[in-house]
């Protein structure tokens, strides 16, 4: 028999290991349903439809020569060397959104060729470049 | 000439920063019951030419002598004075300098201010403050050295980015490093305290007036940085939950569990450990926080210009700190008696405790996981604010109703006072008002907004209790009821927010919900060190047909050669009209983004109100001595 | 009791620490090193100050080539002038510089303070033919050989080590 003492630790110890392990499993199912994985346009293309229902981040080169801009929105091709996907935006650039330069884009995909950006993304350094774009250029520009 | 003076002065700090460990150690041994009288001397001159170094790099900023690397790459002569002053820390070798500088202070200050305390405690607290010292200025003389030469001499410097020409983003630096550098001296005062066994009750009196310091100083920090992320980055949030912004908010997670728990610790024994392992994880953690925000492994929306070689030595000095932390913490630290009441103060004080580490941990892990994910896997991916919004946002509500019920216990006592009372009565009033006024909102945010409105309105009747009673604590009431504040305001914001992009020609007009948005005019200025293209719009609001003139920039400067989209704010006591425009390549379609920010002011206040709070905390504590 | 704990927080430190040491040699600066060995993309530069354009194909007619972008309002390429003015001394070398987004003016004054290394000299004033080379940032210099095969490329302001290393390949 264990006296009222140590049950009353147990009890508390216990509950709080509990509690610990649904928080910890709690934080890591948000954690897994609010992640933005990041695609470059040929990975786009090899992927099933699963990455069209969630935001995703697209990462590319803003083709020269493709951005356009009517009434509406800005329609812009990303581009890795390989493949290519046609953007459409709604929205402020941020001021180092330029031609030939990378850009990461944050949205939906409607299709394989087609994305719907919510937000785009750049830094403040003139010779910015996020890893992720470096990578996948790097893998292409051969 | 200002080079080879700003080196030697670093030097000769590091020699007297190695004299001062030779002696401190020394003088352990020695019988006397105080500490020698030369470590004072040698300590004051430490902090002399420690300042002196750092008044050599803000004089090399000032007469613009870029004959150091440092100050080339980060001046340029038109700039103004005040931005030539603050250039000094907005690199990563200057903040260095101002986090020796720090370090070094509050060393010199911790001799000076406790001349009551035990000889061996202080001995100890020396020895680990100028450990850190050494470290930092090894650091600055090897790796990173703001005294480089450069040459030949260029005739004139690089500029700095006009993003960070900025006066809040000036004076956010020296806040923030007061704030978590400030957090070094618990750190060692923390590990002194174990090895030379102080009792609760000094170790709690010791440390309480550095951490309402810290702390204060790590809000103000905050919130001036936020203050610039709204108003520089033109996108209209202040809070990104980018990973640089996080590791200012981890470090004051700590802190204001720290601060709540030396309440308790002054009063009771139970603490002693945990207030310990506090104390050394907030230094830790704003290590933790320079270390990811240095070396480069992060992506995020601040840049820094990073170097993997600092990355490697901050991370090799963190490791050697926590290794060394925990194995004298296993070493030394006693066994506690945990005696606790459910319903005493020190429960909900402890309940702060838990809800700050959690949050600490749900911060960190969303910071990290990226970063461990690619490392470990390759795949690449970001952690938006969803994630954060989604976990903290449910754990506000118990939070906050904590916050209101908890200050209202007596010390050690059990019996529950009612929950019902007028203060409630009256927000249930107030928020059946909100409610109505709001037509359509998830429940969680009203929940929020009763909870948040039932601490403001308690907090009031603390305050006027007050009154009556001498011995209330005001700096609590204030701190709460900013914090109320702040999540009112918050919510309200997230649930008034209007945001509208469109494109538009120059005569153009848009129309939607209650507003026309016309875009008059545009014109271009040129001035000293950028050219600006300037949008006229003019903004009614169809409701109560009040009109405002807005106008928005965009500017190309010169030096460096960078384009800047200036957002144009109108602040009005409840709510901000926030435009920004850009446009690509030249094209005679502009892209504008129109937003409407409510309560922004009352959010920046009771920023302010949270961190008057810590300050009144630490003049009741010099009153008490 | 204790021991136990100190040696599972030990464990779970180091495996920390070690996954932040890993994630640090994850060089995130650029690099598009597997360029070399690689042809020299075609692309056509106009002179700095005279009319006219000159085409990379041309660079066959030199033995070696060293393709450098620089710009006045660039810090790192202050540091690297005087190594290319060493280089210059070279006979078995021609250094061809790219003027990137400067202003003419700014580029002039650098040149006359620091000294002129190349013996060609065209602009990219956009930025946006220097895309074509791999180029993100300034200065980056390339080394090639008379068949326009890349040899050698440095990201950042090449040093004394790289200027011994570029003399070792020319000079055989």
């Known amino acids: 028999m264990l006296n009222i003492k140590t049950k009353n630790r147990l009890l508390i110890f216990l509950s709080i290991f509990a509690l610990t392990i649904i928080l910890t499993i709690f934080l890591f199912k948000t954690l897994r349903n ?109 | 000439m200002l080079s080879n003076f700003g080196i030697t002065v670093s030097i000769i700090s590091l020699l007297l920063t190695t004299s001062i460990l030779y002696l401190s150690y020394y003088d352990l041994k020695s019988s006397g019951n105080n500490v020698s009288k030369k470590i004072y001397k040698f300590a004051f001159f430490q902090i002399v030419f420690t300042f002196l170094g750092f008044i050599t790099l803000i004089v090399a900023y000032v007469i613009s002598d870029f004959s150091l690397i440092n100050v080339y790459e980060n001046s340029h002569t038109t700039k103004p004075l005040f931005y030539k002053i603050s250039g ?33 405690f202080k001995l100890y607290t020396l020895i680990f403050q100028n450990l850190l010292i050494s470290a930092f200025l090894i650091f600055l003389l090897t790796n990173s050295n703001p005294f480089s030469l450069l040459y030949p001499i260029p005739t004139e410097g690089m500029g700095l980015n006009p993003i960070l020409q900025d006066p809040a983003l000036a004076i956010h630096p020296p806040l923030l490093y007061i704030g978590f550098v400030g957090s070094s001296i618990y750190f060692s005062i923390a590990l002194a305290a174990l090895i030379s066994k102080v009792d609760s009750k000094s170790l709690a009196l010791t440390i309480k007036p ?41 470090p004051w997670f700590l802190m204001t569990a720290l601060l709540h728990s030396v309440l308790v610790l002054e009063r009771r024994i139970g603490l002693y450990s945990w207030v310990i392992i506090l104390s050394i994880l ?13 070396s480069g492994i992060l992506n995020s929306v601040h840049t820094f210009a990073n170097d993997p070689s600092r990355g490697l030595f901050i ?50 892990i969303g910071t990290l996981y990226p970063v461990f994910l690619d490392t470990l896997t390759g795949q690449k991916i970001s952690v938006g604010p969803p994630y954060y919004n989604f976990i903290l946002a449910p754990f ?16 050690i006592s059990s019996d529950m006072i009612g929950i019902f009372n007028i203060a409630l009565f009256i927000s249930v009033i107030l928020f059946i008002i909100i409610f109505l006024s709001i037509k359509d909102s998830s429940i969680l945010m009203l929940l929020i907004l009763l909870f948040s409105t039932y601490l403001i309105t308690q907090t009031i009747f603390d305050f006027y209790e007050k009154f009556k009673n001498k011995n209330i604590n005001l700096s609590r009431i204030i701190s709460h009821f900013g914090f109320g504040m702040l999540i009112f305001s918050i919510s309200l914001n997230q649930i008034y927010s209007v945001e509208k992009s469109f494109n538009a020609r120059i005569g153009d007009e848009k129309n939607f919900q209650n507003y026309t948005i016309k875009f008059n005019n545009l014109e271009t200025f040129s001035k000293n060190n950028f050219k ?76 302010l109100l949270i961190s008057i709070g810590g300050i009144l905390q630490f003049l009741r504590f010099e009153k008490k001595i | 009791m204790r021991k136990k704990y100190l040696v599972i927080i030990y464990s779970i430190s180091i495996f920390v620490f070690f996954v932040l040491y890993l994630s640090l040699g994850k060089n995130k600066v650029y690099t598009t090193q597997d360029n070399i060995g690689k042809k020299i993309a075609e692309v056509q530069l106009n002179y700095f100050d005279i009319d006219g354009e000159f085409n990379t194909k041309e660079i066959s007619n030199f033995k070696f080539t060293l393709l450098n972008f620089w710009a006045s309002w660039c810090g790192p390429c202050r540091k690297e002038h005087k190594y290319l003015v060493e280089l210059s001394k070279n006979s078995n070398l021609k250094i061809v510089g790219v003027n990137f987004k400067d202003e003419k003016k700014n580029a002039l004054k650098f040149l006359n303070e620091m000294g002129n290394p190349f013996s060609i000299l065209t602009k990219d004033p956009e930025g946006k033919k220097s895309v074509n080379f791999g180029i993100y940032g300034i200065p980056e210099t390339i080394l090639i050989n008379n068949e326009l095969k890349i040899l050698k490329k440095y990201v950042g302001p090449i040093n004394s080590k790289d200027v011994k290393e570029i003399e070792k390949i020319i000079n055989k």
């Open chain 2, 210 to 250: 550095w951490v309402s310091v810290s702390w204060t100083f790590q809000t103000l920090g905050i919130l001036v940085g936020s203050i610039w992320a709204y108003y520089e980055l033109g996108w209209g949030g202040f809070w990104f939950w980018d990973p640089v912004e996080n590791s200012s908010l981890m």
């Open chain 2, 532 to 607: 600006s293209v300037k949008g006229y719009f003019e903004i009614i609001d169809n409701k109560n047909t009040t009109s405002q003139n807005l106008t928005p920039e965009i500017r190309v400067y010169n030096q460096p050669e960078i384009i800047t989209y200036e957002a144009s704010i109108n602040t009005r006591f409840f709510s901000d009209t926030y435009l920004t425009m850009s446009n690509i390549s030249n094209s005679d379609i502009f892209n504008i983004k129109f937003q409407k920010k409510p309560f922004m002011n009352f959010i920046w206040f009771s920023v």
């Open chain 1, 34 to 142: 609010n992640v933005l994985y990041f695609y470059s346009p040929s990975e786009v293309s090899k992927t099933d439809e699963k990455a069209f229902k969630n935001n995703i981040r697209l990462g590319g080169m803003v083709k020269p020569g493709s951005v356009e801009t009517d009434d509406n929105e800005i329609k812009f091709i990303v581009t890795d060397y390989k493949k290519e996907i046609i953007v459409t935006y709604r929205g402020t650039v941020p001021a180092l959104f330029e031609e030939g330069k990378g850009v990461v884009a944050e949205g939906k995909l409607k299709d394989k060729n087609f994305f719907l950006a919510k937000r785009i993304l750049a830094k403040h350094d003139e010779n910015y470049m996020p890893p992720e774009i470096q990578e996948s250029l790097k893998q292409n520009a051969k």
């Open chain 2, 88 to 120: 000094t820390w907005g690199n990563h070798e200057g903040s260095l300098l101002l986090w020796i500088n720090i370090l070094v202070l509050f060393s010199f200050l911790f001799l000076i201010l406790n001349k009551n305390k035990n000889k061996n």
């Open chain 2, 315 to 364: 991370l090799s000095f963190l490791a050697l700190m926590v290794f060394s932390s925990i194995f004298i913490f296993f070493k030394y630290a006693p066994d506690d008696n945990k005696n606790y009441k459910i319903f005493s103060k020190e429960s909900f004080i402890l309940a702060n405790n838990w809800f700050m580490i959690f949050f600490l941990a749900v911060v960190l």
């Open chain 2, 396 to 411: 506000l509500l118990p939070l906050l109703f904590l916050m209101t019920l908890g200050p209202k216990h007596k010390w």
């Open chain 2, 282 to 294: 907030t230094f830790t953690m704003s290590v933790v926080g320079t270390f990811l925000v240095r």
